[in-house]
C-alpha cells in the first residue's frame, strides 16, 4: 500500500501563485520581505514595497502585449530581480520560462523556441546577445536587468518593434529591447488609465493555469520543459508549512540558482509563511554573507556542504599541533554523541560533559562563522554523504537531507528537525503518495506533480501513467515511512562478473574522505571490475602542495605529479576498506582539469553528465584495462 500523510487543509491553498502573492501582501504589508547587497551593506525591501515594484513590471509586460499563459523567459542568475520579474510574469497571468544564465546560445535559442517564450528577462549584455542571435520570430521583446539598450536598440523612447542590438541577426532581430526602468514605466502608465489590469490578471488565474516551464537540464539528449501549473507551487508552500519547521520570524539565505526548480519552490514557501529571504547568488560569497545575515536556515547542494567540512578540517590540520588535537578530539566527541542521538539513546554524564568542552573550545566557532543562528540547514539536488550530514550534526548544525525533481516541483520527501534520520530522505510531504515498484523504482503521486512534458507527449507517457503515477528513474527503499535513495536507475553498473555496483553511493563516499577531491566518476560497465575518473579541487590541492614542498605548482601541474597520485591513493584504500569487494575501485586517472558546465561536463545544477564524460576520456578509461 502506498505511504500517504494527511493532506494539506484544501480551504487554506491559494488559487494560485499571484494570490499568494497578493495575500502574502496584504497579510503582512510592512514586514520585511527581501534583503540584497548595496554597496558594502544590504537593504531591505518590505512586502507592500516589493508589491509596488512588481505592479510595475507586471503592467509593463501587459503593455508589450503579453496575454495569459504566453511565456515569458529570465535569463538570469540569483538576485532580487529574478524574484521581481517571475512574480511579475504570474500577476501578469503569464508563465515563466527559466534559463540558466551558464546556457549556451544553442540551447537557449532551443529553449526560447520550443517554450514560444515572447519576452526575455535578460540579466546583462551577454545574455541578451544569446537571445537576439538566435532564429525566434515571435519575439516581442527583451527586457535588460543590467544596463541600457545600445543606441538604436528599442529603447525608451521606441515603440518596441525597433531592431536588436549591433551585430544581431535571425529571427529575433525584430525584437525590442529595452531597460528594466523603461518596463515599469510603461507599466505606471498603463496602471494609471487601468487600475485593475494587474489585479484582473490575477482574478483570472486557477490551479490548472500554466505558472512555469522549467527545462531539465538532463545528464544526455535535448532538455525537456516540465509544466508546472500553479497548484504545483501552492501545495510546496502550504504542504512545507503543514510540516512546521518555519516560521514567520526565520531569516532565509538565499543563493540557489532561481532558474532551478529548488530555487523557485523556496520562493514559494517564503510567500505562504512571510519570513524574510536574504538573496545573492554569489557563491564565492555564502560563508562571508553567512557571517552579516545571520539567517536561521539556508539550503543548498551537497557541494556546498562538502567544501565548507574539507575547507574547515584543512584549516585546522594546517594550525597542526595542539589546536588540532583538540580539533580531533572535538569531533571524536560530537560524532558519538550524533550516532547516540540517531540510535535514539542518551548521552551519559561524561559523554556531556565531554560534549559542552568540545562546543566551547570548536563546535560554537564554527557555528558562529555561519552567523550564530542557524537553526537547520537542508540539502537538496542530490545525494549527501553520510559522514558529511554526520559532521555537521556533530557541529550542532542539523542538515535535513530532502528529495524531489523538477518533475515533483521540488520537496516531495524531507527530514524533520525533531525526528531527522541520518541516510533517508525523510517522509513524505502531507498529501504525496509514494510505492516501491518490484524493481526498486520510487514511485510517486501527488499535486506537486508535473502537467506533462511540454510538446512531448510520447515522452510525458513514458514517465507519467494515467492514474498519476509519476516513475521517478531513482532505485530505494521505505523503512518506517522514510525513504532512503540508493541509486538512479539509469546509473547502475553492471560489471561484466554480473555485479550491481551503485556510483552514486562509492562517489558520496570518496568526496567524504578525500578533501582535496572535486569530482570522482564511478566506472565499469561490463568491465571485469570498477575504475574511477578523479579531478582536484584546484583551491585545495594548491593548499596541499604548499604544505608539502610542492608550492607554486598549479592545479593541472599538480594533476601529473607522483606525490598527488600516491595521495589520493591513500584515499582510494581508504574508501575501498568501507566498501564490498565487487564495488571497490582498482584503478583510477586524475584527469587534467575540473569538469565544467562550459563543456557539457556538469548540468548547470552540478549533476555530472556521466556518459559525456565517459566519452571525452574513454581512452584514458580504457588503458586502465589493460594488464
Same mark, same amino acid.
Given at each position: ?285 555564502? &560563508? ?155 514511485? &510517486? ?43 538512479? #536507475? ?37 568491465? #571485469? ?34 606525490? &598527488? ?63
Amino acid at each position: 500500500m502506498p505511504t500517504m500523510p494527511a493532506m494539506p487543509t484544501a480551504e487554506k491553498q491559494s488559487a494560485s501563485f499571484g494570490h499568494l502573492f497578493r495575500d502574502r501582501v496584504a497579510s503582512t504589508p510592512d514586514a520585511e520581505a527581501f534583503r540584497r547587497k548595496a554597496g558594502a551593506g544590504w537593504e531591505s525591501t518590505t512586502w507592500a514595497q516589493t508589491k509596488s515594484h512588481v505592479y510595475e513590471v507586471a503592467a509593463g509586460l501587459i503593455a508589450l502585449g503579453v496575454e495569459s499563459e504566453q511565456r515569458v523567459a529570465i535569463a538570469s542568475g540569483t538576485r532580487l530581480e529574478w524574484i521581481l520579474a517571475d512574480l511579475a510574469i504570474t500577476c501578469a497571468g503569464a508563465a515563466t520560462t527559466t534559463v540558466y544564465p551558464s546556457t549556451a546560445a544553442e540551447e537557449v535559442e532551443y529553449i526560447l523556441a520550443d517554450s514560444g517564450s515572447v519576452v526575455v528577462f535578460a540579466e546583462d549584455a551577454s545574455q541578451a546577445a544569446k537571445v537576439l542571435g538566435a532564429d525566434l520570430p515571435g519575439l516581442v521583446a527583451v527586457v535588460l536587468i543590467e544596463g541600457s539598450p545600445a543606441a538604436g536598440s528599442g529603447g525608451a523612447g521606441d515603440s518596441g518593434s525597433s531592431a536588436g542590438p549591433e551585430g544581431s541577426a535571425g529571427g529575433s532581430a525584430g525584437a525590442a529591447v529595452i531597460s528594466w526602468d523603461e518596463l515599469a514605466t510603461r507599466g505606471r502608465a498603463l496602471l494609471a488609465t487601468e487600475p485593475k489590469a494587474v489585479d484582473d490578471r490575477i482574478d483570472a488565474l486557477g490551479p490548472e493555469s500554466l505558472a512555469t516551464l522549467i527545462y531539465t537540464s538532463g545528464t544526455t539528449g535535448r532538455p525537456k520543459g516540465v509544466r508546472l501549473v500553479h497548484e504545483n507551487w501552492t501545495y510546496e508552500g502550504l504542504a512545507v508549512t503543514e510540516l512546521g519547521i518555519l516560521r514567520a520570524d526565520d531569516v532565509q539565505y538565499l543563493w540557489l540558482p532561481l532558474s532551478h526548480v529548488f530555487g523557485k519552490m523556496l520562493i514559494a514557501i517564503q510567500l505562504q509563511i512571510g519570513f524574510a529571504s536574504a538573496v545573492d547568488g554569489d557563491l564565492t560569497k555564502i &560563508v562571508e554573507n553567512l557571517g552579516v545575515v545571520q539567517p536561521t536556515f539556508m539550503a543548498g547542494a551537497p557541494r556546498i556542504f562538502e567544501k565548507v567540512r574539507a575547507k574547515v578540517t584543512l584549516t585546522s590540520e594546517g594550525a597542526g599541533g595542539l589546536k588540532s588535537k583538540i580539533f580531533n578530539w572535538a569531533f571524536s566527541v560530537g560524532l558519538a554523541a550524533s550516532r547516540r542521538r540517531q540510535l535514539k539513546q542518551p548521552l551519559t554524564r561524561l559523554h556531556g560533559i565531554q560534549l559542552a568542552i568540545a562546543d566551547k573550545l570548536v563546535f560554537h566557532k564554527i557555528r558562529a562563522v555561519m552567523g550564530g543562528r542557524i537553526r537547520f540547514f537542508v540539502s537538496g539536488s542530490a545525494a549527501l554523504s553520510r559522514d558529511v550530514s554526520e559532521w555537521f550534526d556533530a557541529a550542532g548544525l542539523t542538515v535535513l537531507e530532502g528529495y524531489g525533481m523538477t518533475e515533483t516541483s521540488a520537496a516531495t520527501f524531507v527530514n524533520l528537525p525533531r525526528d531527522a534520520r541520518i541516510g533517508t530522505v525523510g517522509p513524505p510531504l502531507p498529501g504525496t503518495e509514494v510505492i516501491i515498484a518490484s524493481d526498486g523504482e520510487i514511485l &510517486v503521486r501527488g499535486p506537486g506533480v508535473m502537467r506533462g512534458y511540454h510538446n512531448l507527449p510520447g515522452a510525458t507517457e513514458e514517465v507519467l501513467t494515467v492514474d498519476g503515477w509519476l516513475h521517478t528513474g531513482d532505485i530505494g527503499e521505505l523503512a518506517d515511512g522514510f525513504l532512503k535513495i540508493t541509486d538512479r #536507475k539509469k546509473d547502475l553498473i553492471k560489471t561484466s562478473g554480473g555485479k550491481y555496483v551503485a556510483p552514486q553511493k562509492i562517489e558520496g563516499i570518496f568526496k567524504a574522505v578525500c578533501p582535496y577531491v572535486s569530482q570522482i566518476i564511478v566506472h565499469g560497465e561490463s568491465r #571485469k571490475f570498477i575504475s574511477a575518473m578523479i579531478t582536484l579541487d584546484p583551491e585545495a590541492i594548491v593548499e596541499w602542495a604548499a604544505a608539502n614542498g610542492l608550492g607554486g605548482k598549479s592545479p593541472e601541474d599538480l594533476t601529473g605529479d607522483p606525490a &598527488v597520485r600516491d595521495m589520493i591513493s591513500g584515499y582510494i584504500d581508504e574508501l575501498n576498506s568501507k566498501l564490498e569487494r565487487w564495488e571497490t575501485i582498482k584503478r583510477f586517472v586524475i584527469l587534467a582539469r575540473d569538469l565544467t558546465i562550459e563543456d557539457g561536463e556538469l548540468t548547470p545544477s552540478m549533476k555530472v553528465r556521466r556518459k559525456v564524460v565517459e566519452k571525452q576520456h574513454m581512452d584514458q578509461l580504457d588503458k586502465l584495462y589493460v594488464d
